[in-house]
């Protein structure tokens, strides 16, 4: 069985491992939340950042697709016109 002398050196150790916990666990603990916050937010502005670009990109595609389909093979004409030309 239990020795009395372990008794009371189990009760003392507890009692340090409450404090530790206390003192030095639980801080560690809020200062890794308070990253993962800040993290999040700098994924989150990351990600509005890309799907505000993602959206200008688009914008163009639909323009230069637009300008395909209104004028057809005349824009192909006019870029090979454009390269062609000499530089002034």
């Given at each position: 069985m239990i020795s009395p002398?372990?008794?009371?050196i189990l009760?003392?150790?507890c009692g340090l491992l409450a404090i530790f916990g206390g003192?030095?666990?639980?801080?560690?603990?809020k200062l890794k939340e308070r990253q993962m916050e800040l993290e999040s937010q700098m994924v989150a502005e990351k990600a509005?950042?890309?799907?505000?670009q993602?959206?200008?990109?688009?914008q163009r595609?639909?323009?230069l697709?637009?300008?395909?389909?209104?004028?057809?093979?005349a824009v192909a004409d006019e870029i090979e016109?454009?390269?062609?030309a000499p530089l002034n």
């Open positions: 002398i372990l008794v009371p009760g003392i150790s003192v030095f666990v639980r801080p560690w603990f509005a950042q890309y799907a505000a993602t959206e200008r990109l688009e595609v639909r323009v697709e637009r300008i395909v389909t209104d004028r057809g093979i016109r454009l390269r062609d």
